[in-house]
Every structure is written in structure tokens, then in C-alpha cells.
């Protein structure tokens, strides 16, 4: 999986977050992320609260990538 963009937006209709899979009204930041994986373009969001955990991962880089909903156990603990 190839990344093309990352970055910080004002989401401008709701969308839920792929790490925890709350949802979030439109006016919320958000982070987008922009990939491609063997051909097919794909975007996912995610929220303050999961980048904020995913700073605490040691090691982890945003190719890395998690699945939908991962982060959610781990947040709550």
C-alpha cells in the first residue's frame, strides 16, 4: 500500500472514525488519509483521540496502517 496524502481537515459531512469507529458531525478536524493498494484508491479517517494513541506507538508509522475499529479495545483499554 502506497500512501499519497496525509493531513489535518474539516470534515464537511459526518464521517466515522476508522480507529475507533465513533461518529463525527460535520465542522469536526479529522485526519485523512489517501492510499492506493494495487490499483485501488481508498480514503479513511480517523480522529484526535486515535492520532493522539497512535503517537504512543512505538514504531509505528502511518504505512503501517491498523484496521477498522482496531484502535477502539486498545483506546478504552
Given at each position: 500500500m502506497d500512501q499519497l496524502s496525509l493531513k489535518t481537515v474539516k470534515i464537511r459531512k459526518p464521517h466515522k472514525c476508522w480507529g475507533c469507529t465513533k461518529e463525527f458531525s460535520i465542522g469536526t478536524e479529522m485526519i485523512k488519509s489517501v492510499s492506493v493498494d494495487q490499483g485501488e484508491f481508498s480514503s479513511v479517517y480517523w480522529c484526535k483521540e486515535c492520532n493522539d494513541f497512535l503517537k504512543t506507538v512505538e514504531g509505528w508509522q502511518t504505512e503501517d496502517g491498523?484496521?477498522?475499529?482496531?484502535?477502539?479495545?486498545?483506546?478504552?483499554?
Open positions: 491498523f484496521a477498522y475499529g482496531e484502535l477502539k479495545e486498545l483506546i478504552d483499554g
